[in-house]
């Protein structure tokens, strides 16, 4: 993964990134789909009635919007190693205490203290890693992401299936606490220390307007789908969201001191990537969504089989970033590359709507197979390109950005798609009796696809020569140290690609 040449000590400052980045982020990630896995349980734990379970998502996704605005100012300000550290040392005690919770008041409140660990975290960890991985060998960092983007959503629903009904919904954030653990003790004994020189004074107005506004439309776009988008609730938080956004917008390009660089979107790369990020995770994580209710709800799988039919999507990525890093990357650049994983996901998610109660399930994992496969080539070169023209002074900034709109996708995704399927309906009358409506959950799934197209769309816009230097083609295997570069950006000895 590191590539040929690269010593595997833990006090080399790329292996020591790597191995807490992808240990906390694979660990952020996983929560988020294993405590989905439990809502039902917590309901019956608490007495809660369904309608209100929304609270315990709600409230770490409210968190996280609030916080993600203000992680580039704080990671430059006070370091990303003291940074990165706090925010897991914060999500492992968080993951302890809703773990102990003896009321539903208090599980909201401590997840909503996990979002905070979680918001600062992942762009904090991205900074650090695209830092001490030069522009040639971005490629290599976003190889080593896709790991945990892609791995902890297939294996949340498995694991959390298996602590609900073998020990109790508590472990399923008794389980975070291991890794943060590694990650916070790894962390300290070998991670390499980095802070801005002068990161300015901290935009209070600026972190106002971005955390109420992000929040209010969070929680519109997550909860529309569930009350009704004509609902009071959720047009007062869009349209309040919406304003607050655009008050945020003007204030922050006149501002010399801004919280959020978004000036960053006058490069034509960076803001390429980040619109084919956009939809691509929309398209992805929403069809992820959609899939665990067709298996439980329409195929009628129970939680476990759900998640073990899920699973093959992290072996797809898995493989397929390997292939996208080493093989087509350097030889394609990452526009082609891009566009077809995103045609390749229209094309597993549009396959995946032909899929009927008679259908034997293996047709639907080499699909979700496929998927992954797809996915990790829109993952690989859209996190290896867009920080190719972003200065390092400016790289904590640029991955506060990158990860609010790649949140910001996600939940649009879900919302999206949960819309269609609440359009079509999700049962209806069989012979006088309720039955699933398999239809709904196709045409959610034909959105995604089309969602999906709309990115390979915008992956036109990308301009390969913009990332040229982040293209390293396999040479040779020996170093050839005495031999200068002949070309700006390449890398002048041998190198495998990856």
């Known amino acids: 993964m590191l590539g040929a040449g690269v010593s595997l000590s833990p006090r080399n400052p790329k292996i020591a990134v790597s191995v807490v980045f992808v240990a906390a982020m694979f660990m952020s990630i996983m929560d988020v789909t294993i405590v989905n896995v439990t809502l039902p349980t917590l309901g019956r734990e608490f ?21 993600i605005p203000a992680s580039g100012w704080v990671g430059d300000r ?9 925010a897991v040392a914060l999500f492992t005690v968080a993951s302890v205490l809703c773990g102990v919770a003896n009321s539903f008041g208090e599980l909201v409140a401590f997840r909503i203290l996990q979002g905070v660990g979680g918001g600062l975290l992942t762009p904090t960890g991205m900074a650090m890693l695209f830092r001490v991985f030069p522009p040639a060998e971005r490629v290599r960092a976003s190889g080593i992401l896709t790991i945990p983007t892609a791995f902890a959503p297939a294996l949340g629903p498995v694991l959390g299936g298996l602590l609900v009904t073998d020990l109790s919904w508590r472990w399923v954030f008794f ?20 802070a801005e020189p002068d990161v300015g004074r901290f935009d209070v107005r600026g972190f106002l307007l971005s955390g109420i506004g992000f929040a209010l439309v969070m929680i519109g776009i997550s909860e529309g789908s569930e009350r009704g ?24 390009l006149r501002s010399r001191a801004p919280l959020l660089h978004l000036r960053l979107f006058t490069d034509r790369l960076f803001r390429s990537t980040n619109m084919v990020m956009f939809l691509a995770t929309a398209a992805f994580l929403g069809s992820l969504y959609i899939i665990a209710l067709f298996y439980q709800d329409g195929l009628g799988l129970s939680a476990l089989n759900s998640g073990l039919s899920t699973f093959p999507e992290a072996v797809g990525v898995m493989v397929g970033s390997q292939v996208a890093s080493r093989v087509l990357y350097p030889a394609l650049g990452p526009r082609r590359v891009m566009i077809g994983g995103l045609l390749g996901i229209a094309a597993m998610t549009a396959s995946m709507s032909l899929v009927g109660a008679g259908t034997n399930l293996w047709w639907m994992r080499l699909a979700m197979f496929g998927l ?14 867009a920080f190719a023209r972003i200065s390092p002074a400016e790289t904590g900034r640029a ?9 910001f996708g996600g939940a649009v995704g879900v919302a999206v798609l949960s819309t269609a399927l609440a359009a079509v309906g999700t049962t209806h009358l069989v012979g006088g009796h309720t039955a699933p409506d398999l239809a709904s959950y196709h045409v959610a799934l034909l959105v995604a696809a089309g969602v999906a197209v709309l990115g390979a769309l915008a ?15 396999r040479v040779r295997r020996v170093r050839l140290a005495s031999r200068p570069a002949k070309e700006p950006g390449r890398l002048a000895y041998g190198s495998d690609g990856g």
């Open 175 to 194: 389980v975070n606490v291991p890794i943060g653990l590694f990650a916070l003790l790894f962390g300290l004994a070998f991670l390499p220390e980095h």
């Open 78 to 86: 006070f370091g990303g190693k003291r940074t990165l550290l706090v």
């Open 399 to 407: 991955s506060t950005l990158f990860n609010a709109q790649r949140q």
């Open 459 to 473: 992956a036109l816009t990308i301009h390969d020569a913009d990332a040229e230097h982040t293209r390293v083609r």
């Open 372 to 385: 992954g496969y797809s996915m990790s080539h829109v993952f690989v070169p859209t996190q290896a390109a």
């Open 47 to 67: 007495g809660v009635a369904p309608s209100r379970l929304s609270a315990v998502s709600i409230g770490y996704l409210a968190s996280l919007a609030v916080v």
């Open 229 to 252: 988008w004509a609902s009071p609730l959720i047009l007062t938080c869009l349209a309040l969201g919406a304003v607050l956004l655009a008050v945020l917008v003007v204030d922050q």
